[in-house]
C-alpha cells in the first residue's frame, strides 16, 4: 500500500504542477491577482506530494520491501540501516525522485520567503519552475517508475553497488543535486525577466542569493565527490577529469561566473544580457550533466542507467528547455537596456575578464567531454580525452584568471588606478616570488609549472589578506578604529574573504600534493621495511577480517619517523557477496602537514602481497580549502541585504576614501 501512494502522489504532484504551470503564468500576463496568487500554494502543495512519495520509496528501503523492483535491485536485508537509506538515491529512479524532491522544496522556498518579490515576478518564477517540474515527473511516471512492483517478490534483494557502501555518498549525492537543482532557480528568474522584459539591480539583488546558495552546496558535493574517490577507489588521486567530474564542474565554473556577473547588475546595473544568458547556460549545463549520468553514453561508477529510451526522454527535454530558452533570449534580450559605463580597468573590468576566463574554461572542459561522445556516435571511434588535455588546456586559461583575484577587489567601480594598486599588492607580489623561488630550489630547481602554481597560490592568499586591510584601515587607523571596522564589515566583505583565501589554499594544496607526492608500489613480505618521504612503512602481516555484509583481508603497517613511531595503518581488500564485488579500503592517516596512504592489495604465490604505499604533503588542504570556500559562500549568505529589495539612492553622501565599503 505504502508503494501505491507514493506512485499516486507523484501522479497528483505532476497534475498540481500542471496548473502551477499554466494558471499563474497566464494571470501574470493578465494582470490577474486571483490567478497570480495560486502560485505560492501550488509550488508548496507539490512540494508535499514529492516529499509524500519520496517517504514512502525510503520507508520501503528501510523495511526491506522485495515487491519493489528498485529496492530488490538496489538494496539487501543484511545492509546495515545508513546504506538502506542511501541506496535510495544511489540509483536511477531514487535519486530521479530526490532530484524532483529538491527542485520542489526550491520551488516552495520561493514561495514561502519570496513575499519581497514582485507578486507576478514571483507567479512567473514559481511557473518555470514547475515546467522543469513537469519534465522531470513525466520523465519518472513514463520510464523511470521508482515504485514498480515485481511478482513474485524474491527472498531477499541484489545489493547496493559495495563502491556506494560508503558515509560519503551517503551525502554527496544530495549535496551535488542540491547545487545541480538550486541553479534551476536562477533559470527561472532569469526567464521570468526575460517575458518581462526588465532586468534591473533589483532582479539581480533576488537572484544572487539563491545563486549563491546552490554554488555552495555544488561547492561541497564536488569536494565530497573527490574525497570519497582519494580514501575509497584506492588509486591515490582526487580527481580524473572522468567525464561525470567533469558534468558537475561545468556547471560550477559557469556558475562561479554568474555570481560575480550579478555582482555588476546590482552594483552598476551592467551585463544584464550577459547575466540572463548565464543564468541559462548553467543550468543547462547542469541538465546536460543529468544526461551523460542516465543516457548509457557512459559506462562509470557515476552512472545510473543504461536504457536508451531514458536517454532519447531527456535529451528532447533537454533540447526544449535549452533550445526553448536561448530562442527566448535572442528574441528578448535585445530590448534590454545597457546600463552603466565603465573602464577596462575597474573594478567591472576585472569581473568581466573574471567572466571571459570562466566562460571560456567551461567551454574547453565542454569540448574536452563531449568530443569523444559525439565521435563515437558519428564514426565509431574510440578516443581518450584524458588529464593531458584538460591539464594542458585548463591551467593557462585559470592562470591569468587568479591572477586577476588578487587586483580586482582593489580596483575602483568604473575607473580604477592600477598603479596605485600595483603599490599596494608589492608586498603579495615579494611574497609569492620569495615562495615560489624557495619551492623551486627545495624541489631542485625542478619543473617550472610547480614554481608558478606556488607563486599563484602565495599572491592569492596574501591578495585577499591586503584586500582585507584596505577595508579595515589595518595600520592606518587606530587599534580601536581597525577593530570597530572589522565588526561592521558587511558579511558579504567576510564571505568574498574567505571564498577567495579558501581558492588560495585549494592551489596551494594542489601544487604542494602533486610536486612532492613520493609513490611506492611493490610486493613486500610480513616484515619487511621500505622508505616513503620522509616514512618508513614496516609491513607487519595480513589476515582474514570480517563486516557486516563482506569479508575482508586485512593489512597491517607501522610507520615510523627516524625511528620514533607515528601511526599504524590497516588497508584492506573487502569481498562482498551481494553483489560479488571487491573493492580497496585504502588507509590513511590524515594531518594538515601530509597524509600517510596505504593500499594493500592480493597475496603473491611468493608469500608477499601486492601494495601501494604514499607520502602525500598538504593533500588535505585540498579539501580544507574547499570548506573555507563553502564557508565564505555561506558568510555571504547570511548577509541581510541579500533578504531585502535592492537599493535606493540616498541623500546620504558617499562615505569617504579610507571608510568601509560594501562588498
Known sequence: MTAELGHFALILALMVAAVQFVVPMWGAQRNDATLIALAPPAALAQCVLVALSFACLTTAYVESDFSLLNVVQNSHSAKPLIYKISGVWGNH???LLLWTLILAVFGAAVATFGGNLPKALRARVLSVQAFIGIGFLLFMLLTSNPFERIVPAPADGQGLNPLLQDPGLAFHPPMLYLGYVGFSMAFSFAIAALIEGRVDPAWARWVRPWTLAAWCFLTAGIALGSWWAYY???W??????DPVENASFMPWLAGTALLHSAIVVEKRDALKAWTILLAILTFSLSLLGTFIVRSGVLNSVHSFASDPARGIFILAFLVIVVGGSLALFAIRAPALKAGGLFQPISREGGLVLNNLLLATSCGAVLLGTLYPLFLDALTGDKVSVGPPYFNAVFIPLMTPLLIAVGIGPLLAWKRGDLQAVAQRMRVAFGISVAGALLGWWLNDFGPLLPVLGLAIGLWVAVGVIVELAERIGLFRV????????AIHL???????TLAHLGVAIVILGITVSATWQVEKQQVMKPGESIDVGPYRYTFVGAGPARGPNYTALRGEF????????????FPATRRFTQPAQETTEAA?????YADLYAVIGQPEANGGFATRLYFKPLVTWIWFGALVMVLGGLMSLSDRRHRVGAPKKSAV????AGEVKAA
Open 588 to 592: 590513511i592517516r590524515t594531518s594538515l
Open 478 to 485: 587606530s587599534a580601536r578604529d581597525t577593530l570597530f571596522r
Open 236 to 241: 591515490g588521486g582526487w580527481w580524473f577529469w
Open 93 to 95: 529512479e531514487g535519486s
Open 490 to 496: 558587511p558579511r558579504a566583505a567576510w564571505g568574498m
Open 232 to 234: 575509497e577507489l584506492g
Open 558 to 569: 607501522r610507520v615510523t619517523r627516524g625511528g620514533e613511531p607515528v601511526t599504524t595503518l
Open 653 to 656: 553622501p558617499r562615505p569617504k
